[in-house]
């Protein structure tokens, strides 16, 4: 068992993380029997300073935090508790304590496709090239994509590494717009590669 430092009223901070996702869900505490209940349970288990009590989350809601890992920060005074959480975290119904939904980020590659969707949503041809691309039809789209990646491989084979880059990104910004084309993100790719998992 891990050592934790206790406050002096026993208890110890537990963020609650969305182990796929890596949001934040919510800010809870723990005592020994908590945290103890929470190993044995695998659901995650919090002492409620106003009940003054063991509270196991989601025990009236069904929305239950089950377990992926625990971590202790420099100071063995912080919890970083990673769970797949069944349903949403917040008892005003959001997915997490900030109102946010627990949606996952890809970095740029998010910010990306959103720019991908305003330009395809505004549909100035004049203006933009992803809109002025979109209104040819997916087959452009497709076309697009397939050029991009016959560039790629060609770079690929010779010895200029920022040619390559440069294609491997014209490449997925075409690959983005594509998705969007057929009505589908990021999120499906992943989840599709999820199911794949062995």
Not at 44 to 62: D, H, P
Request: glycine share 6%; aromatic share 10%.
């Amino acid at each position: 068992m891990m050592t934790i430092k206790y406050d002096t009223n026993g208890l110890v901070p537990a963020i609650i993380q969305d182990a796929t996702t890596k949001n934040v869900l919510m800010l809870g505490y723990m005592n020994k029997e908590a945290y103890k209940k929470t190993l044995d349970t695998k659901q995650v288990t919090f002492f409620s300073r106003s009940k003054q009590r063991l509270w196991t989350k989601g025990e009236e809601s069904g929305h239950f935090l089950n377990l992926v890992d625990i971590k202790n920060d420099c100071d063995n005074d912080t919890l970083l508790i990673q769970v797949n959480p069944a349903g949403p975290t917040c008892h005003k119904g959001t997915d997490n304590c900030w109102g946010e939904n627990n949606t996952s980020s890809y970095g740029f590659f998010s910010t990306l496709e959103n720019v991908i969707k305003e330009r395809v949503a505004n549909k100035d041809t004049d203006k933009s090239y992803v809109a002025s691309l979109f209104s040819k039809g997916i087959n452009k789209v497709a076309q697009k994509v397939g050029e991009e990646a016959v560039e790629t491989v060609i770079e690929a084979m010779d010895n200029n590494d920022e040619l390559f880059l440069y294609e491997s990104a014209d490449l997925m910004f075409h690959y983005l717009m594509l998705l969007q084309a057929k009505g589908f993100t990021l999120k499906d790719i992943e989840k599709e590669l999820m199911s794949r998992k062995k």
